[in-house]
């Protein structure tokens, strides 16, 4: 069995429901089962971000229409690569490591990474290692 890893967003709105068109008894249905109105959604460009635990680009959907913003979260050299964050970076190193390593099948390797990983090691017995 193979899994298809691609970088996608939630979306809390796709788009505006045409409550009198087609849509309305299919939208009904959803909301009814408990489902939502968000989703998926693929960005081209966006999707060819690779992932930091340290991201020098902050992703956001400020409006209700599927848009993305992107924005420097720090100042960024010429020729520097972008990174966003695929996952929340505010957990400790150890779940994000599992977490990355389940959903996306890599393991982390960011600065961040390495040297939290590297401090976890100073204090694990010498028979762990």
């Not at 982390?108 to 976890?120: D, G, P, Q, S």
Request: with cysteine.
């Amino acid at each position: 069995m193979a899994r298809l890893h691609i970088n996608t967003f939630k979306v809390d709105a796709v788009m505006a429901i045409d409550w009198d068109g087609g849509m309305a008894a299919a939208a009904a249905a959803m909301l009814q089962q408990g489902g939502s109105s968000s989703g998926s959604a693929l960005y081209l460009l966006a999707s060819m971000y690779n992932h930091s635990c340290e991201p020098n680009v902050n992703v956001t959907f400020p409006g209700s229409n599927s848009t993305a913003v992107f924005t420097a979260a720090r100042p960024i050299s010429g020729g520097e690569q972008l990174f966003i964050s695929y996952i929340d970076a505010d957990q400790e190193v150890g779940m994000r490591q599992e977490y990355l390593a389940f959903v996306y099948g890599f393991r982390c390797r960011c600065v961040r990474c390495k040297e939290e990983l590297a401090e976890a090691a100073k204090h694990m017995p010498p028979q762990l290692h």
